[in-house]
């Protein structure tokens, strides 16, 4: 009950609470759609005859995978390596695993699978980008704390 409560009484038209958010989330999905579109395209082009629902799994997890060690890099530009990494895995995993599933859901309805064409890329990303969206402004306006830095 907290919660919603907290959630309606939230200023929702915080402009540079937003694009704080948006670069948050930005930085995120660069992370999570190197390793997600990396994998997939390594099956569609080694062809490697992997059930649909294994390849997105492991797409999921490889994005996961380089967000975290995309933000490691940047935050060790900022702070000790050992910090920068825990400071990485302790990210929202909530973010990740809704942008990584909106990406894969958008892309398995469109194509049919886990293939990657040139016109369902933009449509995963936008889909990546504005699923957590709104989770992350959240989490910034309400805990001061940001998926990535």
């Known amino acids: 009950m907290a919660f919603a409560a907290t959630i309606t009484a939230l200023n929702w038209r915080d402009g540079p609470i937003w694009k704080q958010a948006s670069v948050n989330t930005s930085w995120c999905l660069l992370g999570c759609a190197i390793g997600d579109m ?11 005859p992997w059930p649909t629902l294994a390849i997105m799994s492991l797409a999921i997890v490889n994005g996961i995978l380089t967000s975290i060690a995309l933000e490691t890099f940047i935050l060790s530009r900022q702070m000790a390596l050992n910090l920068a990494f825990r400071t990485a895995i302790g990210m929202s995993l909530i973010s990740m695993v809704s942008m990584e599933i909106a990406m894969n859901t ?34 910034l306006k309400a805990l001061g704390k940001g998926c990535c830095h």
């Open 106 to 139: 958008v892309d398995v309805l469109l194509t049919g699978g886990a293939r990657l064409t040139w016109w369902v890329i933009p449509i995963m990303l936008l889909a990546g980008f504005l699923t957590p969206l709104p989770y992350n402004y959240w989490r």
């Open 38 to 48: 990396g994998t997939i395209a390594f099956f569609q082009f080694t062809g490697i």
